[in-house]
Nanobody, 115 residues
């Protein structure tokens, strides 16, 4: 059974940084391209960034140049380094496979950007 556990969120001031982690179990991690997603209040969940099994990264325009996705196969973990955070980045952040998402999602981690 797939299990995804996100962590690292919190309250940060605009311009600040956070590093999110997502530990995956129940899957062959190295076989799965992964993504970070987010869902803001009243909005649909959206893709933020993705990384292939070969480490090729893609970012949505609204985070390009500010966020960095990475993965550690030895730890079955995917990371999202978030810099220059803006209030509009406030959301619950989730990881999942990309593009073929797993049926089950983790609990997510709340990121709040506010002064």
């Amino acid at each position: 059974q797939v299990q995804l556990v996100e962590s690292g969120g919190g309250l940060v001031q605009p311009g600040g940084s956070l590093r999110l982690s997502c530990a995956a179990s129940g899957i062959i991690f190295n076989n799965n391209p992964m993504g970070w997603y987010r869902q803001a209040p009243g909005k649909e969940r959206e893709l933020v960034a993705s990384i292939t099994t070969d480490g090729i990264r893609n970012y949505k325009d609204f985070v390009k140049g500010r966020f960095t996705i990475s993965r550690d196969s030895a730890k079955n973990t995917v990371y999202l380094q978030m810099n220059s955070l803006k209030p509009e980045d406030t959301a619950v952040y989730y990881c999942n496979a990309f593009p073929n998402i797993f049926t089950s999602w983790g609990q997510g981690t709340q990121v709040t950007v506010s002064s």
